[in-house]
């Protein structure tokens, strides 16, 4: 069992930025990859980005050139840095881990954190 923890959500301006921290504790040796996702208020839980143990890393095109996702193995944390943030990305936004079934459209997720509220206001 992996257990996740988010941090870093808050209330930001749009144009703002954020970062999010993921700390995993637990069975890490079998995580694959790692990856966050968003939920807002009446919508489907969406995937945002990933990233493999090897460093490879995919965004959705709602936030590509705007987040980016990275981690520190020695630290257990992968982080998703939030530049130029609007109002629709305000969601409750939760990190996973992955596993990767030969690509980045064919995955599925794991262990889930608890989640961290982003708020953007315009």
């Known amino acids: 069992q992996v257990q996740l923890v988010e941090s870093g959500g808050g209330l930001v301006q749009a144009g703002g930025s954020l970062r999010l921290s993921c700390v995993a504790s637990?069975?890490?040796?079998?995580?694959?990859?790692m990856g966050w996702y968003r939920q807002a208020p009446g919508k489907q839980r969406e995937f945002v980005a990933g990233i493999t143990n090897s460093g490879s890393t995919h965004s959705a095109e709602s936030v590509k050139d705007r987040f980016t996702i990275s981690r520190d193995n020695a630290k257990k944390t992968t982080y998703l840095q939030m530049n130029s943030l609007k109002p629709e990305d305000t969601a409750v936004y939760y990190c996973?881990?992955?596993?990767?079934?030969?690509?980045?459209?064919?995955?599925?997720?794991?262990?889930w954190g608890q989640g961290t509220q982003v708020t953007v206001s315009s």
């Open positions: 996973a881990t992955l596993t990767l079934l030969g690509s980045w459209f064919n995955l599925y997720a794991g262990s």
């Open positions: 637990g069975s890490i040796f079998s995580i694959n990859a």
